[in-house]
């Protein structure tokens, strides 16, 4: 299976590593992993706050990069749900072959969850980390992509991993992309209370599908000092020894 990694903004810019762990897991599970280095921007952010122009423009490149992959990965539910939700509304009504480009590209891409055990049926994927995780479940990735368990499944499968629930685990950690910055006390209430329940259950690393939420959650820990590392999932079922 011949793969493209779409990395997303956030991860290039500040959490290569995620990117790193993605291809390393994806390779030794048999794939064929390329990173189409035209990729830029999904246009979340520019939708989201009205300029649906340049979103639609950057929905057409996407399209363009991606479109013969068998299949496109994204270490980001929130990206990922971009792509499948959002470009089919943004593709209708829009000429020039794009609502076909779309429905052609849009149903390859996966978060990298759902393609491990929906795409490759793979649950253990051989990785090692002995340490107390707790997972919080994204906004895009629980409401968007409907991800349900599939994390959990493959980080309960991990070598000496301790899984510990997260209460309110279904609760907003207040990021929302531009929402933390039009809205910040409100924000930073949202996150105070996620970083008691981090605390609450006694977790050593916090996981996630989005670095984006991780940093605003991993930023307060940080601040806090309290000793909580941030995580994403793609890093965890990377680790192959006991580190």
């Not at 209708?92 to 480009?101: H, Q, Y």
């Not at 070598?159 to 910055?181: D, I, Q």
């Amino acid at each position: 299976m011949r793969v493209a990694l779409f990395v997303t903004c956030v991860n290039d810019t500040l959490f290569p590593g995620t990117g790193r762990a993605t291809v390393s897991l994806l390779r030794r599970l048999g794939c064929e992993v390329d990173f189409p280095a035209a990729q830029t921007c999904c246009g979340q952010m520019h939708v989201n706050t009205g300029y649906r122009d340049e979103g639609v423009r950057l929905a057409r490149r996407f399209t363009e990069v991606f479109r013969d992959y068998d299949a496109v990965v994204a270490p980001s539910g929130s990206c990922a749900a971009m792509v499948r939700e959002q470009y089919p509304r943004l593709a209708a009504g829009e000429g020039g072959g794009f609502a076909e480009a779309v429905a052609e590209v849009a149903p390859k891409v996966h978060e990298l969850s759902e393609f491990l055990i929906d795409v490759l049926g793979v649950t253990d994927v051989g990785a090692s980390f002995p340490h107390r995780v707790t997972y919080h479940p994204t906004c895009h990735s629980l409401r968007g992509l409907r991800l349900g368990d599939r994390p959990l499944t493959l980080l309960g499968n991990v070598r000496g991993l301790e899984l510990l629930p997260l209460p309110g685990a279904e609760e907003c950690c207040g990021f929302g992309g531009t929402f933390s910055v039009k809205n910040p006390e409100v924000s930073a209430a949202m996150c105070a209370a996620k970083v008691d329940n981090v605390l609450d259950c006694g977790a050593e690393v916090l996981c996630a599908a989005d670095n984006s939420c991780l940093m605003h959650v991993g930023g307060m820990l940080g601040r806090r000092k309290t000793g909580v590392r941030i995580m994403h999932l793609a890093e965890i079922l990377a680790r192959t020894e006991a580190t």
